[in-house]
């Protein structure tokens, strides 16, 4: 495909490029290896993909500076899938294999443009205050709780992360520790492990023709929905809003009525205040005696003392949990009382299974999601698009092309105030505005528009004169 040169800047906007480039006002467009379509994050069940039509023409190359001048740190050994996609971009990735500490974090973060994380690094509002050149933030994994999104959103940062791609890893796990707590394949692997050869089948099921009750029907729930069944189990679920069953699953109307009939209860919500300690003494006390409990979302979802009480009490036979309410920053012995007070009681619980959070651990999983978040920071680095982002409207246009030599992108991300769409058409009512979209979320408002017309003497006047308004949060202009 090909690629259009690199324009020179007008000597007079060198100063502007300079400082723009800092605050990576301007940016850059994809490469040819990039351009071929816009693809949203697939289904959990592998569904086809929607790709961005062409127009036919060879897509613009926006690049009022040099690529290397794109500084990208990634932390937590994000998948080499992505670090790939970011590096063939001529991006400068800073890469590390574990998460930093806060001090640490915050020197890094203060010249970088870009911050790729997974669940352990914790991006708050003192760290994001720090990070003056931030544009952007990828989220490798599923949740974002650990970035505060608000702050993010209010200075212009957007956040993307992955939701659909490690679903599947994610219920093959649960599917595993089902028939793990059934037949207590832990307890015995560890006695024989000790040389104690214990062959018993007092208390081992079969899952088939077991219950099933899942909380929160989402990308995991209802995947995991499927391949129970096809185990054999029937499937009932509870979730807060009504949701098509898939296959012969069926919703119930409250959480109790799901643990009254549940042989095995796992959990698939996100982290939100309606679902701390979800699962405390009230529920253990409705779940069937002998039934299971697996925990596989968020560690704020279930309360472990409950869950060590109902289990020494014999009415849990056993449980599964991959999430914790504290986790340490990094691999080695740190799962004891001084992280969680009630560990040690939980390590010496019968038929329980401990995993240290690697629900999406698979190298498919992590390889997908390496590629989505990338494509995504690429997308937004250089074209200003915010589809699939979190905290920020998610706002598209086509990409400009080679027969569209003299057009300016203008992306101005703003308060969610009247007035200031009359205001930016105002500064661009001098040049032909051929496309424009803007939304709002909450209080922040994203506005992408193209324009065409545009000399190279024109720029300067024109990002300033964004610049300059009250609304402004963040002005970027790509050319």
């Not at 723009?20 to 994050?41: E, G, H, K, R, Y």
């Not at 930016?424 to 992408?448: C, F, I, P, W």
Request: with cysteine; charged share 20%.
């Amino acid at each position: 495909m090909m690629e259009s040169a690199p324009k020179n800047i007008s000597p007079k906007l060198n100063g502007l490029s300079l400082a723009v480039s800092n605050s990576l006002s301007l940016s850059t467009s994809p490469i040819a290896t990039f351009q071929s379509s816009f693809q949203s994050p697939t289904s959990s069940f592998g569904g086809p993909r929607l790709a961005r039509s062409s127009t036919g023409a060879f897509p613009k190359q926006l690049k009022p500076f040099a690529t290397e001048d794109i500084k990208i740190l990634l932390l937590e050994n994000v998948n080499q899938t992505g670090r790939d996609t970011l590096t063939k971009q001529g991006y400068q990735v800073d890469f590390h294999k574990s998460s930093l500490p806060e001090d640490e974090l915050i020197a890094k973060i203060r010249d970088v443009h870009v911050i790729g994380i997974r669940s352990k690094t914790k991006l708050t509002a003192r760290v994001l205050r720090e990070a003056k050149n931030l544009i952007v933030i990828g989220c490798f994994c599923i949740g974002t709780n650990q970035v505060d999104l608000q702050y993010a959103a209010q200075h212009g940062v957007v956040v993307f992360n992955s939701p659909f791609s490690n679903s599947r890893s994610v219920a093959e796990l649960v599917i595993g520790e089902i028939i793990s707590l059934a037949r207590q394949l832990g307890d015995r692997s560890n006695e024989l492990h000790n040389g104690t050869w214990n062959k018993v089948s007092n208390g081992c099921w079969e899952i088939r023709g077991k219950t099933l009750g899942i909380i929160g029907y989402g990308h995991i729930g209802s995947q995991l929905s499927v391949l129970a069944e096809a185990m054999g189990m029937s499937v009932i679920y509870y979730d807060a809003i009504n949701l098509m069953s898939l296959g012969s699953a069926r919703q119930v109307p409250t959480l109790a009525a799901l643990l009254n009939a549940a042989d095995f209860v796992t959990c698939h919500v996100p982290e939100l205040p309606e679902t701390k300690n979800m699962i405390g003494p009230q529920q253990f006390d409705q779940m069937k005696k002998g039934s299971y409990l697996i925990n596989a979302s968020r560690g704020s979802v279930v309360d472990i003392p409950s869950l060590i009480d109902a289990m020494r009490s014999g009415k849990i036979a056993g449980a599964a949990l991959d999430v914790y309410p504290s986790e340490p920053g990094g691999n080695g012995d740190y799962f004891t009382n001084d992280l969680n007070a009630w560990a040690e009681d939980l390590r010496s619980l019968k038929n329980i299974i401990l995993t240290p959070h690697i629900g999406g651990s698979t190298e498919e999983a992590q390889s997908a999601i390496g590629v989505e978040v990338s494509e995504a920071l690429v997308r937004y680095v250089n074209e200003g698009t915010t589809l699939g982002a979190v905290n920020i409207p998610e706002v598209n246009l086509r990409s400009l092309t080679m027969d569209e030599p003299d057009h300016v992108r203008v992306i101005f991300i703003h308060h969610n105030v009247p007035g200031v769409l009359r205001k930016v058409n105002e500064v661009l009512g001098d040049h032909n505005v051929d496309k424009q979209m803007t939304d709002s979320r909450g209080d922040v408002a994203y506005l992408m528009a193209d324009i065409s017309n545009v000399n190279h003497s024109e720029i300067k006047e024109l990002y300033e004169s964004l610049e300059s308004l009250s609304s402004r949060i963040m002005t970027r202009v790509l050319y």
